[in-house]
């Protein structure tokens, strides 16, 4: 086996042996804390390996820099294929163009297994934020820019930067505000302590339906399946001017 870790944990009865002794444990390092969409992966997916394996599998939470502590952690784990990582694609794509000192080389240091799903992003309004759509939420936060912050999993993750984008389109100065997961971002938001998030939707799901948020508009072409009553963003929902 090739001196380099495991990246992106999907079906690893594909990339490890059939039969492994009984009393070895797989170990799925995850880069955010407990609850966050990323953690609640890689335990179902614990859940099943430890039937297809036939062996113990946990999930070690290794929380902080948009999933970099736990790419960092893998990097420096025994190459005996019993520890891999579940890593969202911006930790390996995105940051390697951000940060000098990644202390990892995704090339070189992991071995991809193979992509395990895909998420649909959502912007989702707080009590911190006013009643009213997402073209009401974002003309409030250009009237009022020392409020108009965004909540995220993370810097330099996918929804850090599709914030970004979302302020640029909209002609707003937006401030992000990093977590260190979507767990503690989404608490936050319902506190009330930043008026908008964008992340996951599986991170406000839940908040959303139990009226605590207000899930205001999701990625994609078309509505999600999960929450057919909330529209897609688009040039309507964002243009203040029009």
Same mark, same amino acid.
């Given at each position: 086996?090739?001196?380099?870790? +495991?990246? #992106?944990?999907?079906?690893? !009865?594909?990339?490890v042996p059939a039969v492994l002794a009984q009393d070895r444990t797989l170990k799925i390092l995850v880069g955010f804390p407990p609850g966050g969409s990323v953690d609640v992966i890689a335990r179902l997916l614990a859940d099943k390996l430890?039937?297809?394996?036939?062996?113990?599998?946990?999930? /070690?939470?290794?929380?902080?820099?948009?999933?970099?502590?736990?790419?960092?952690?893998?990097?420096?784990?025994?190459?005996? $294929?019993? !520890?891999?990582? %579940?890593?969202?694609?911006?930790?390996?794509?995105?940051?390697?163009? %951000?940060?000098?000192? =990644?202390?990892? /080389?995704?090339?070189? /240091?992991?071995?991809?297994?193979?992509?395990?799903?895909? +998420?649909?992003?959502?912007?989702?309004?707080?009590?911190?934020?006013?009643?009213? @759509?997402?073209?009401?939420?974002?003309?409030?936060?250009?009237?009022?820019?020392?409020?108009?912050?965004?909540?995220?999993?993370?810097?330099?993750?996918?929804?850090?930067?599709?914030?970004?984008? =979302?302020?640029?389109?909209?002609?707003?100065?937006?401030?992000?505000? #990093?977590?260190? $997961?979507?767990?503690?971002?989404?608490? @936050?938001?319902?506190?009330?302590?930043?008026? %908008?998030?964008? @992340?996951?939707?599986?991170?406000?799901?839940?908040?959303?339906?139990?009226?605590?948020?207000?899930?205001?508009?999701?990625?994609?072409?078309?509505?999600?399946?999960?929450?057919?009553?909330?529209?897609?963003? /688009?040039?309507?929902? !964002?243009? %203040?001017?029009?």
């Open positions: 086996m090739k001196r380099r870790q +495991f990246a #992106a944990l999907a079906a690893a !009865t594909f990339a430890r039937v297809s394996l036939g062996q113990n599998v946990i999930v /070690d939470n290794k929380p902080g820099a948009g999933g970099r502590v736990a790419l960092n952690e893998i990097k420096k784990a025994a190459p005996d $294929g019993q !520890t891999v990582v %579940l890593s969202p694609s911006g930790a390996l794509v995105i940051q390697p163009w %951000l940060f000098a000192n =990644l202390g990892y /080389d995704p090339v070189k /240091d992991f071995t991809p297994i193979s992509r395990v799903t895909t +998420f649909d992003f959502a912007v989702t309004a707080g009590p911190g934020a006013p009643a009213g @759509d997402l073209k009401a939420v974002l003309a409030w936060m250009k009237a009022n820019p020392t409020k108009a912050n965004y909540a995220t999993s993370g810097a330099g993750t996918v929804p850090h930067f599709a914030g970004l984008l =979302l302020g640029q389109a909209a002609g707003v100065p937006m401030t992000h505000v #990093a977590y260190r $997961g979507g767990a503690p971002a989404a608490q @936050d938001l319902i506190g009330g302590q930043v008026p %908008l998030m964008v @992340d996951t939707a599986s991170e406000t799901i839940e908040h959303h339906k139990a009226g605590k948020v207000r899930i205001l508009a999701v990625t994609g072409d078309a509505r999600s399946k999960a929450l057919p009553d909330v529209p897609t963003l /688009d040039r309507k929902s !964002t243009r %203040l001017n029009s």
